[in-house]
T-cell receptor, first 111, second 117 residues
Framework: KNEVEQSPQNLTAQEGEFITINCSYS?????LHWLQQHPGGGIVSLFMLSSGKKKHGRLIATINIQEKHSSLHITASHPRDSAVYIC?????????????FGTGTSLTVIP | EAGVAQSPRYKIIEKRQSVAFWCNPI?????LYWYQQILGQGPKLLIQFQNNGVVDDSQLPKDRFSAERLKGVDSTLKIQPAKLEDSAVYLC???????????????FGPGTRLTVT
């Protein structure tokens, strides 16, 4: 069983739709990252969260520490949002600061 | 601000050969990470440096993989000898110092795509 589970694995949306990608984890963490990976391999860090909610442009990330769950929302989706979105969690110093990555959600936004 | 630089971008080698990858992090970033990403999977952390010291190398296959960051700036990752299953994208990332916990975002390089035949 993976320490980090993402859903859905694949997602196709029409341009303009509101999109939600979910991440659940089973270990105690010090932080959670949302990453965006475009075809060709380039990875961009979107958010780093340890509590609450963050917003950047059309992207919103939330985390519920008690429920061990985070969501990434994209409002007014656009074809350029098509990418793989990866959730990664970081355990605290007492657990060696280990990283665990989800396998990603592949998003395709159709014009 | 210049991003994380990696070279080469692509490498094709035969099994049992050796290969080395280079990474230059963002200036001032004390923490450097090497990841392995096999096609269809999420990245796997191989090694994390804080300046020139190793913070975590628990998932580094030490019988064939080695990495160094001698002066606390750029880093090299070496595979010797390579196996077919080492075919992957090797990503380097950097962040500000993570002393006290991972509270800083990571910036990723473009990656090196390794094919072992």
């Amino acid at each position: 069983k993976n320490e980090v589970e993402q859903s859905p694995q694949n997602l196709t949306a029409q341009e303009g739709e509101f999109i939600t990608i979910n991440c659940s984890y089973s270990v105690g963490i010090s932080a959670l990252h949302w990453l965006q990976q475009h075809p060709g391999g380039g990875i961009v860090s979107l958010f780093m969260l340890s509590s609450g909610k963050k917003k950047h442009g059309r992207l919103i990330a939330t985390i519920n520490i008690q429920e061990k769950h985070s969501s990434l929302h994209i409002t007014a989706s656009h074809p350029r949002d098509s990418a793989v979105y990866i959730c990664a969690v970081v355990r605290g110093p007492s657990a060696g600061n280990q990283f665990y990555f989800g396998t990603g959600t592949s998003l395709t936004v159709i014009p | 601000e210049a991003g994380v630089a990696q070279s080469p971008r692509y490498k094709i080698i035969e099994k049992r050969q050796s290969v080395a990858f280079w990474c230059n992090p963002i200036s001032g970033h004390a923490t450097l990470y090497w990841y392995q990403q096999i096609l269809g999977q999420g990245p796997k952390l191989l090694i994390q440096f804080q300046n020139n010291g190793v913070v975590d190398d628990s998932q580094l296959p030490k019988d064939r993989f080695s990495a160094e960051r001698l002066k606390g700036v750029d880093s090299t990752l070496k595979i010797q000898p390579a196996k077919l299953e080492d075919s992957a994208v090797y990503l380097c990332a950097s962040s500000r110092s993570t002393l006290g916990g991972h509270l800083y975002e990571q910036y990723f390089g473009p990656g090196t795509r390794l094919t072992v035949t």
